[in-house]
């Protein structure tokens, strides 16, 4: 059961802390929890791919593909087995860059060419396992539009002087007004 | 003394008796020496009135027996006073009777010339004369003292030379500023007979005038023709009086009309038996035609009046011989003059008719069958005469050979009855409008006709001789075509002034009759006619009211956007003061939270130092190392993660950290919503404080709470004096050592929190060292921890201050202390 994506910040980060995904569990695998981060907009950030190898055991589809994509929004477990390596590429669509990235639930500094690795992967990590799931590792993405700032606002939202410019402009107005007038009625 | 006489007739006799005076005024005060008991204050008031009999009685009679004891009562009573102030001289009327008796009889009175000299009234009379010359050349506004003690000067110099331009500063201050002056009775009296005189002059006045003063508290009850019935104080204006004259030429233009008006009004004053009438004589420009002007003034003083009625009552023996006495010397003189009077009918001109003989003659004609009061115009060129010798002077006038010699005569001493002639108008308008600073368009108008024509046409060679008729037709003639032409040229102006407002169009049309008036009574009908139409085009009532509407229409329409632009602004100033005073209440409420929660968090706890500084030999004791008890702060919000103190700065605050950088840039350390927000971490960053770089956000606050302090860093010597920060928690207390500080865009780059490797975390530093604008020489590597410090800068939206500061030492709270 999935829990639904949490927006924050001004723009498409999805809140990769707390979304955590339960899948049925195989006790010989292991997951890798994958979130590409959205806020629920429908606009497509960004895909995260992975490449099938011999380790890969999910998804297990149809298709010939030898690629699993997963698409902005989209939370998926890869199931790999024991002692196996999986990498992970990130591409960033147009207008868009990475903000955040979580490894296993902890912040890193997104790598440069997009590519996150997972290797040999022989345990599974308490902190993201569930009751029914062994998850090894996981990776979130969050994005951000390019351009937007990278901390937030701290400049005084108390914008005393345009306040107190108004006041004394609109006082200063209503005095020559009503003096011009006192003029005209004289 | 004799026995039966009552008390006045006592006094009487003393006053004959110096001895007997001398007692009187050396009495003790009971007054012994008289057969009752009086008080001395008593004898000494009535004396006072007796006085002023014996002046009058001397006046009447040319009798100057009298004239010993009374210059020894003026002396008693007045010299002292005098010598104060000479003016009050002339507020008492046997004084000014005195003075009278003086002019004509300069002989007799010797002893009271003295007097005069003695209290020095010419010297001051002439000192005071040249103060207000000069206040009025200053353009000074008089204050109520001056104006009276200058009506004094006036009232003592009306019988020499007359300082016109005095007069009318008056006549300014009472009429124009509505000024009351605490006058007496008589000097109001005085003024309104000068302001006649010198309107009638500046008129040109040459018809019939009834004139009456009444002597009120105030004295003007002076409304157009219901002068008598309308008590109601009003305040007229210049302007007003004139065309109240022209009104009433317009009303007496019939003889009969006048006649009659003034019969009834002198009736009806009779009947309120409060008032008499002295009757002044005056001159007519149409004397020949038997068309006269007749100036009522001068109000007979009531306590007079009532004295010589007294006098009837308590001392009648003394009225009898004042009256017989008087009655013959009249009854000779007119004898004299009429032989054809006889005892039963004599021919009383009014020449005769001196002040007294009215004052009497109601009772007197009453008594006498052989007095028969019959108004006739013989006679009265030498009364004409004798008045303008009073109250005109230096009359130098040339004459034309179209003028008889006759009327030469006549004109050379009568012409112009008051103190202005035609010669002299233009100046003396000139002049009187000078003390009208706030000239209206009208006014200016006037001034410019006047100067331009007048004074030219005057200036030319009639100046200083009287102007004939042929002339000043002439003059009128110009007048009128230039004021004409004036009109013409100016209506458009004038319409465009007048549609300011209706009430100054109707001030201006009145202003403008007046001249019209004016013009008309000058003599030439056709000029008249010409003058009126002109006029009456000019000041059409309709295009005036149609102007005046429009006028009304725009002047609402204005009103009404007035009164939206007020409430829009009203609204602006009402909105911006309220956030005003909001952002005020959040920047106090916000320093009054983190003032209570500092004062709170003292705690000392044994620390002992774990990392120390290599490079560092001196540690601070254990006392200076800051410490917080984050137990109260738990209760309060269990987010707070840490404190941060830099010394001596205002940065000494809480540390909370959300799931997001958002939540607390709006929020108290308490959660309560405020600008001021709170300092907080990086919600990506480490709990413990043990990343790479630890990212600390906080408001540039223009009151400097917060991290509005941090722009200090700018300046090497503050980064000097303030290198280091306590970041303190729960088990730790950190301090870190700043060392650079430097700006940047935050749309382009990025504090980075954990580091994938050493070499992204050198590249990192080495990026800040290039930046930074702090010459520090602390060594930073890759094994350090960071603190960042990062703010807002006023410039630009996205650009922020950043102040790096590396952990030097680490002070670690005993694990028990902490589980405490």
Redesign the interface.
Known sequence: MKKTLKT???FAIA?CSLWLGVASASAANFKIDVINGQDGSGINYGTITTTKNSCTVTPADSSSSNIITIKSGQQLYVEVNPGCTQTFQVTVNEGYEID?VLVDR????P?ADGVYTFSNITNANSLLSTDTSDVAHSLCIKYKKK??????????????LP??G??LL??G??II??RK?KN?KA | MKKGQTKLEQLVYILDDEALCKQLLNADDNCSFLSDGMSKQYYLNEFERLLNSTVFIMKKTNNFSYLPITIKILTKFYLEKMKENPFQFYENAACRNLLDLLRQYPNEFEPFQKFLKDIHFEEAADDVGRFYHKQMKKNRILNDFELKDLLNYLMIYKNRKMPHHYLRYLFYVIFEKDQELDLSSAMYAELFRFLILDLLGQLGWNETVHIVTLEEKKPFIYQGPDIYINESVIKPSLEGNMLYFAYLFDLFEKRYKYKSFAHNKYEEIKSKKQYMIKEILGSSFFYENYSYLSIETEIVDQSLIARLRFFEEVAPALYRKIIEDYERQIIEAIREEKPSSDSSHLVLTLEDLTDQTVLLSPEIIQNRPFLKLEYQLDGRKKKIVELLQAYELELELIFEDEDSEEMANFYEKAIFHTSLTISRLSEEFVELLEYRPKLVRTDRLIEKVIQEYFVREINRGVRNHVITHSELERILSKFNDYMTKMYEVEQKKISKYLSKDLEQWKFYNDHLKMLYHSVSYIGNPELYESTYLNLTQVLDMKEAKAIQKKVLKNKLVNQKVYMVVLSILILIFSISLFLLGRIIWQYWSASDSYGKIQNQVGQKKPISIITPDPDRTEFPINDDIPQVDFEPLYKINNEIVAWIRIDDTEINYPIVRAEDNEYYLKHLYNKKPNVSGSIFVDYRANQDFSSDNTILYGHNMRNNTMFGSLKKYRKESYFEEHKYIWLITPKATYQYEIYAAYEFDSSKEAHIINFNSEESFQKYLDEIKKKTILSSELEVGTKDHLLTLSTCTDVEPDERFTVVAKRVMTYIVPEKEVSN
């Open positions: 924050m910040s001004f809140f955040t902890q912040y890193v500094q790598s351009g937007a700032p990278s901390s937030p606002n701290t400049g005084d939202v108390a914008y005393v306040v107190a108004a006041s609109s006082l107005l209503m007004l009503i007038n005209v």
